[in-house]
């Protein structure tokens, strides 16, 4: 079956940055678009960045532009998300989601999350 399974998040300090990874099984990884969410407690469920099946297609959300990374490799069959300037409003859990449309904000989108991962900003 297919299993997304996010790593990489913790605890730190505002300012500081973090590499989120999501490792992909049970797929063609290759044939699908990746994006990443995330869900503060008592907040809907937000888009943060997407990448083509390629790689060669990015999307993200204005809140994160210019302070988070989407990439892939499609060999391990792995994507990943470098935050940089983390804030305390950065606090939440964030998905990795597998899509065949993309890349794409919307969530409907995607057929396949993650379990997700804690990141904790403290200021």
């Known amino acids: 079956q297919v299993q997304l399974v996010e790593s990489g998040g913790g605890l730190v300090q505002a300012g500081g940055s973090l590499r989120l990874s999501c490792a992909a099984s049970?797929?063609?990884?290759?044939?699908?678009?990746m994006g990443w969410f995330r869900q503060a407690p008592g907040k809907e469920r937000e888009f943060l960045a997407a990448?083509?099946?390629?790689?060669?297609?990015?999307y993200y959300a204005d809140s994160v532009k210019g302070r988070f990374a989407i990439s892939r490799d499609n060999a391990k069959n792995t994507v990943y998300l470098q935050m940089n300037s983390l804030k305390a409003d950065d606090t939440a859990v964030y998905y990795c989601?597998?899509?065949?449309?993309?890349?794409?904000?919307?969530?409907?989108?995607?057929?396949?999350w993650g379990q997700g991962t804690q990141v904790t900003v403290s200021s």
């Open positions: 989601a597998a899509g065949l449309q993309g890349p794409s904000g919307g969530e409907l989108s995607y057929l396949y």
């Open positions: 049970g797929l063609t990884f290759s044939r699908y678009a």
């Open positions: 990448i083509s099946w390629s790689g060669g297609g990015t």
